[in-house]
């Protein structure tokens, strides 16, 4: 971008540090009498930004905080200020009053702020409107009073912008969803966690829902419970047994063929000792 720009804009960004610098130099002296505060080290911060959505809608903000305390916030869509705490009070009634810097403040996120955006988005489009498909995995958690935490990791996607939760019989579950917020992979991607607690005993099917610009129809991954899986195994287990048992049966016969009456010795007769070989086998 360095290298892209024109001298007229670096010389509007050289006006701007001036500007900001004379008045935070300024307003230092103001907020430690206004605080009371004689001696010491103190910082003013402030942050303002815009953002252009694909809708049309502008939304921009800026906030400045005191020695990391929230301060002053402009509502551009009012051009009034917010004030974070009765020491803002006063700042605020003033600025209040200031009724072209308050239209200027508005123009300035609206008007300007856009333009610098739209100029990084051109020279950053290579890598600023790329899409990468996210990745889902779903795990489960126990607890001691006997619930279980169902978990959604969805990572690697580009833009930031995603939609997850968690559906039960294909119903959204929004407002039982925990979220652990849109973090930077480090990788020039994004990860997010979505959890939400349930009642293993209740049987119901819960699916991770994923919805993203990357994908041509949102993801949806299904969680099935550990113990689903015992009577698969059990079944598995059985049948294997099973047919050991068949085969060991069918081994034995082929080795002992034609065995028939195995369980009766008939005795040879003779002349005197028939009669008692006849009540032996009887008996």
């Given at each position: ?214 994908l041509l129809e949102p993801l949806s991954i299904s969680w099935a419970p550990k113990n689903s899986l015992i009577p698969i195994v059990a079944g598995v287990i059985t049948a294997v047994i099973l047919v050991g048992v068949i085969i060991g049966v069918v081994i034995w016969k ?30």
């Amino acid at each position: 971008m360095a290298q892209k720009e024109g001298p007229e804009f670096w010389d509007e960004m050289t006006w701007w540090a001036q500007r900001y610098q004379k008045w935070y130099n300024a307003s230092l002296n103001t907020l430690s009498q206004l605080y009371n505060q004689s001696k010491g080290f103190h910082i003013i911060q402030t942050m303002f930004g815009c953002d252009l959505r694909e809708d049309g809608i502008i939304q921009g903000f800026y906030q400045d905080s005191y020695d990391g305390r929230d301060f002053l916030t402009f509502d551009k869509e009012t051009m009034t200020w917010v004030a974070a705490d009765i020491g803002a009070q006063i700042t605020k009634r003033r600025w209040h009053a200031e009724v072209d810097d308050n239209q200027g403040w508005t123009h300035f996120l609206e008007e300007t702020c856009i333009s610098w955006l739209r100029s990084a988005l051109e020279f950053g489009k290579e890598t600023l409107q790329r899409r990468v498909r996210p990745t889902a995995r779903v795990s489960d958690r126990s607890s001691h009073d006997g619930l279980t935490t169902l978990s959604c990791k969805v990572s690697g996607f580009y833009p930031r912008d995603i939609t997850v939760t968690w559906l039960k019989n294909g119903e959204n579950r929004q407002q039982e969803t925990y979220s652990e917020g849109i973090l930077p992979s480090g990788d020039g991607t994004y990860q997010t966690w979505v959890t939400m607690e349930i009642d293993p005993t209740i049987r119901a099917h819960y699916s991770c829902w994923v919805e993203h610009e990357s994908l041509l129809e949102p993801l949806s991954i299904s969680w099935a419970p550990k113990n689903s899986l015992i009577p698969i195994v059990a079944g598995v287990i059985t049948a294997v047994i099973l047919v050991g048992v068949i085969i060991g049966v069918v081994i034995w016969k082929k080795k002992c063929p034609g065995r028939k009456g195995d369980g009766y010795a008939v005795a040879q007769a003779d002349d005197q000792g028939s009669s008692g070989s006849d009540m032996a086998a009887k008996a």
